[in-house]
């Protein structure tokens, strides 16, 4: 199992070295987007609006935008000294609850953590404190340059972080629309909703639900490719260096062809110029003469 992160979980004098890894995996059936006329996958650019071309990774910066159009930009060497303040921390147990204190809505993603060399020892005695006490350990921890507080409990025979929303973070459910007052409710109604919740009532078993909605997916997906009903994207086009140079000629003759008529009449201005230069030292001793 991959190892996102490396660190020190710690509770008193105890300090466990752990690893993490993600629980969890997201298993969407990612659709791509071709060109419906070529089939040919469509390609997302990152262009600057303002000088309309492509923007290369080393030409981009990190900034805040603290106002429309207004933006505080963040070095990266700014940003990586945040981050190490963070990470050199261990990941210090700030308190014990109960489980049940925290509401699920704070609930983000799920980590295991795993024993890191020398920590088996400290790493059971946490789990084995958690399991008979029945409590969970809430921490902060820095995961992927976000300080994220976090609940640490037992899975089973694994330590698990789940990672929880700050309380900003969770927005406020007053202002939730349209949501009803309280009402007179019918007593038969209430009653026979209870009835058929009591009815529906089981022991929670993860494995009876599925996700039908990707299982048919992948279904016609297998379907399509057992009937060849498939597509190859083509190739791009390798520019023609003969074409190139045709197009480059023929624009060059095309801008020669627009110019020449003023390139034209600025030699017959400058010939007629030049005439007038001469034939004056002839008028003036015509007019000595006369």
Not at 15 to 23: D, G, Q, R, S, T
Not at 193 to 208: G, H, R, S, V
Request: charged share 35%.
């Amino acid at each position: 199992m991959h190892t996102m992160w490396k660190g020190t979980i710690s509770f008193g004098l105890v300090n466990i070295p752990v690893k993490l890894h993600a629980a969890t995996e997201n298993k969407d059936v990612k659709l791509r987007q071709l060109h419906k006329e070529c089939q040919s996958p469509i390609k997302y650019e990152r262009v600057c609006p303002v000088c309309e071309k492509e923007v290369k990774n080393d030409e981009i910066v990190k900034a805040y935008e603290y106002a429309k159009n207004k933006f505080v930009i963040l070095d990266e060497e700014e940003l990586e000294e945040l981050k190490k303040e963070e990470t050199d921390r261990s990941v210090e147990i700030m308190d014990f609850v109960q489980l049940e204190e925290i509401d699920p809505i704070y609930f983000e993603r799920s980590y295991y953590l795993s024993p890191n060399e020398g920590g088996s020892k400290a790493y059971t005695l946490l789990r084995k404190a958690l399991k008979d006490t029945g409590k969970i350990g809430v921490a902060k921890m820095m995961i992927r340059s976000k300080e994220q507080l976090a609940a640490i409990r037992v899975y089973e025979n694994t330590l698990v972080v789940e990672t929880i929303h700050y309380p900003d973070e969770v927005r406020d459910v007053q202002d939730v629309p349209n949501v009803p007052e309280e009402a007179e409710t019918a007593k038969k109604e209430l009653d026979t909703a209870k009835m058929l919740i009591e009815q529906l009532t089981t022991t929670f078993d993860p494995e009876k639900y599925k996700d039908e909605y990707r299982t048919a997916l992948l279904d016609l997906i297998e379907e399509k490719k057992n009937k060849d009903q498939t597509t190859t994207a083509k190739d791009k086009p390798v520019p023609d260096n003969v074409t190139n140079l045709m197009d480059a000629l023929q624009a060059s003759l095309d801008r020669a062809k627009k110019d020449k008529p003023s390139a034209k009449k600025k030699a017959t201005t400058g010939k007629k110029t030049a005439a007038s230069k001469k034939t004056t030292p002839a008028k003036k001793k015509a007019r000595k003469n006369a």
